[in-house]
């Protein structure tokens, strides 16, 4: 009998610190994942505005950037349009940041008309 108390306190000493863990881990707060969202936005031959067709994708982009920062990746010229239309939409220009994307000659299709892949700007937020 007394083998078999001496059991069951040493079995309990080892259990412990796993009950300890289970604890903290039960009292630890929780937090919300943090969702991260990628959208491509496709620029027109000018590099002047954004196209009517990306406008829903921007003013998206604009609300979250209420919320947590925006990056830009693109062409350099295509990028600082996409954050001009940003800050017209409501988007602080503080959480707004751009990495340019060296720009590459554009390629000619088969009918003239340059690869529209060369010009996507991506919104990371």
């Known amino acids: 009998m007394q ?8 079995g309990g000493l080892t259990l412990m610190p796993l009950s300890a863990i289970a604890q903290n881990l039960a009292s630890a707060p929780l ?7 990628d959208h491509l936005v496709f620029m027109g031959s000018t590099a002047d505005r954004v196209p009517l067709s990306a406008m829903e ?3 998206s982009a604009a609300d979250a950037a209420k919320q947590s920062p925006i990056r830009i990746e693109g062409r350099a010229d295509y990028a600082n349009a996409v954050k001009q239309e940003l800050v017209r939409q409501g988007a602080p220009a ?12 554009l390629a ?8 529209a892949t060369d010009r996507g700007v991506t919104l990371r937020f």
């Not at 083998?3 to 040493?10: E, F, G, N, R």
């Not at 503080?94 to 590459?104: E, F, G, K, L, N």
């Open 57 to 59: 994708t921007v003013r």
């Open 108 to 115: 000619k299709a088969g009918d003239g008309l340059s690869v």
């Open 94 to 105: 503080a959480s707004i940041s751009i990495r340019p994307v060296p720009a590459q000659p």
């Open 3 to 10: 083998k078999l108390s001496i059991a069951l306190v040493i």
């Open 31 to 37: 937090t919300a994942p943090v969702v991260r969202s």
